[in-house]
């Protein structure tokens, strides 16, 4: 008896009619880091982004069940370098590693309850560990010096472990595209930064990161630790030296 070849199960014909349109939050903001050029940093223990990646839906229908996912892909086959204040290829792209799809943790949900909130994928972390064994944590493989574009895809179902016989729409905002860097290169990116992250608080305290002005607060709060008792933070709660909240340590975006 010869064996039957195997097909994949065709989508649910569920008999839903949907017209899904999805938009960026903060559109604006990613077009001011796009026009120069968006950097995000990426270290061995994983870096969220910023901006987070978060889009409003609307358009679904109210009670089918829907799966939010995104991922990042190589934008391009090139490596780049920052050269005279721009970016520009510098050869051929290394090879990448497989790319994980990350699916929003409050997969399934109803189309009334997607189009109820803001779909934030901000904990999704970017990471240059080619040894990251920790599938259980929301982390991706890049490449410094390579660009890379984000995607949003949406799926009309309700079994995670069918995802790979499912339609999938696709978005790509192309506002979002980015350089994956171990540091920063452009100094009008880092600016942005710390103008508009919130936990870039302690840089703006200091004079928009300046080195000199730094290493003075530094001093000084060194001095009152010296003297002893705690000091007030702009809120008036008072900080301990090892609470003092410190932008850009892994794991908090900058």
Not at 193 to 219: M, V, Y
């Amino acid at each position: 008896m010869v064996p039957r070849p195997f097909r994949p199960m065709p989508p649910e014909d569920d008999g839903v009619v949907d017209d899904p349109k999805v938009t960026l939050e903060s559109k604006e903001l990613w077009e001011k880091f796009h026009k120069l050029g968006t950097e995000m940093v990426i270290t061995k223990s994983g870096r969220r982004m910023f901006p987070a990646y978060k889009v409003r839906v609307t358009g679904l229908d109210k009670k089918a069940k829907y799966i939010m996912l995104m991922d990042i892909v190589a934008s391009d086959d090139c490596r780049y370098k920052f050269h005279n204040s721009r970016w520009m290829v510098a050869g051929k792209a290394d090879p990448e590693m497989p790319k994980r799809m990350y699916i929003h943790p409050d997969s399934p949900l109803t189309g009334e309850q997607w189009m109820q909130k803001l779909v934030s994928f901000h904990k999704l972390k970017l990471t240059n560990n080619i040894s990251d064994k920790h599938g259980y944590m929301p982390q991706t493989i890049l490449n410094s010096m390579h660009k890379y574009q984000p995607r949003f895809h949406l799926v009309r179902g309700h079994d995670v472990l069918k995802l790979a016989y499912s339609t999938f729409r696709t978005y790509v905002f192309k506002e979002t595209e980015f350089i994956a860097v171990t540091a920063y290169q452009n100094e009008k990116i880092t600016q942005l930064k710390i103008d508009h992250n919130p936990f870039a608080k302690g840089f703006r305290d200091t004079g928009a990161g300046k080195r000199e002005k730094k290493q003075s607060l530094l001093a000084q709060r060194v001095t009152e630790d010296m003297k002893g008792g705690p000091r007030p933070d702009s809120t008036g709660a008072h900080l301990s030296p090892s609470s003092v909240p410190l932008a850009g340590v892994a794991g908090v975006p900058l």
